[in-house]
């Protein structure tokens, strides 16, 4: 065999040697491919530097008002992703005048037209960053498309899409939402509360309160969550109501924590004596914002339950009853003849530093 290699010509120094010439010319092919990548990644960031330093001057010159801002220029077409970050960053930190001159700022140059089309898209980092802006823009053009898209199965886009909506028009909005809040619990309920808020207790109370009304056990209990945020006079009308009528313990306990205890509650010795310990709990922590001489038979009573949990708000809810000195407190420790009634009595005053 090797005879017949070496009689055909075959010269395996000289394959060795093309072998070697190839192998360098693939290294340094490789080598240019990387320092063209390299170089082509440092022109790309070179302009988008170039452009997100001409956006911000003019972004700043609209934010403060100055008549030295940078020229206005069209914006191009490969601008249009790095000024919509920047001009929704900006604008996230703003209200009042300056809020205003950068939604002008942003009309002016076309903005609200293009993140209705980018609303849209395919790819969900654009998508929510225009969502994100069609609210910060007040689009009310954008208002049903963004009331459309609460409804998505996707928890960021519905989310997102109700924060913009809450902010296009609080009021229509909060028509809208709060019946779809106890639906979709997959809303984070830190967002959904500071949603809440930031529309306001005038706005949210009314919409909240009918809600509430007519929502079922489980979803009125999930829903009172989220009226501390209303009126005083409309949380204590839902407590009333609900304490007067339904007898679900989550939805009892609930309603005993939005009380505001500006005013009396119906069936409060049933309550504090309720089998679920939690509305117990929040019976007594009730009775404490109540803060009514006549209630300290009530709690004293409270001291010597069997959950650890309502002897404690038992007592810090004596404490903040009117008169309750130190040597009062002390003659209704004499009083108590269990043990953890007293124990617990001793820790909530020495926690209230009451001498």
Not at 126 to 133: D, N, S, V
Not at 316 to 339: F, N, Q, V
Request: hydrophobic letters at 50%; one cysteine or more; charged letters at 25%.
């Amino acid at each position: 065999m090797q005879d017949y290699l070496f009689a055909s010509g075959f010269n395996p120094v000289s394959v060795a040697l093309w072998m070697t010439v190839a192998s360098i010319a693939g290294s340094l092919l490789l080598l240019l491919y990387t320092l063209e990548l390299r170089l082509r990644r440092r022109m790309r960031e070179r302009r988008r530097a170039g452009v997100v330093a001409h956006w911000r001057d003019v972004i700043a010159g609209a934010v403060t008002g100055s008549t030295a801002a940078s020229p206005l220029r069209k914006r191009r077409r490969g601008e249009h992703q790095d000024f919509l970050r920047l001009w929704v960053y900006t604008r996230s930190m703003l209200e009042g005048a300056a809020a205003d001159r950068l939604i002008a700022l942003a009309r002016g140059l076309g903005l609200h037209e293009l993140v209705r089309k980018q609303a849209t898209h395919a790819h969900l980092g654009k998508r929510l960053l225009a969502i994100q802006a069609q609210g910060y823009l007040r689009d009310e053009a954008s208002f049903a498309d963004l009331a459309a898209a609460t409804d998505s199965a996707n928890t960021l886009t519905s989310i997102t899409a109700a924060q913009a909506l809450a902010a296009v028009d609080p009021a229509r909005a909060m028509e809208r939402l709060i019946p779809k809040i106890a639906r979709r619990r997959d809303w984070p309920r830190t967002q959904v509360f500071n949603g809440l808020q930031r529309a306001g207790s005038a706005v949210i109370s009314e919409p909240l309160y009918r809600c509430i009304r007519a929502a079922t056990d489980e979803d009125a209990a999930y829903l009172l969550q989220f009226a501390e945020i209303a009126e005083f006079d409309v949380r204590d009308a839902l407590a009333l109501e609900l304490l007067r009528s339904r007898s679900n313990p989550e939805l009892l306990a609930a309603a005993l924590k939005v009380a505001t205890g500006h005013v009396a509650v119906p069936r409060i010795d049933e309550l504090v004596a309720h089998p679920a310990w939690y509305v117990r709990m929040q019976a007594a922590k009730l009775i404490g914002r109540m803060r009514r001489p006549e209630d300290a038979g009530r709690l004293e009573k409270m001291l010597a339950d069997d959950e650890w949990w309502v002897r404690f708000r038992a007592a810090k809810a004596l404490l903040r009853l009117p008169g309750m000195s130190a040597e009062h407190l002390e003659h209704i420790r004499a009083g108590l003849h269990d043990r953890y009634a007293r124990d617990i009595l001793d820790q909530a005053v020495a926690e209230a530093g009451i001498r």
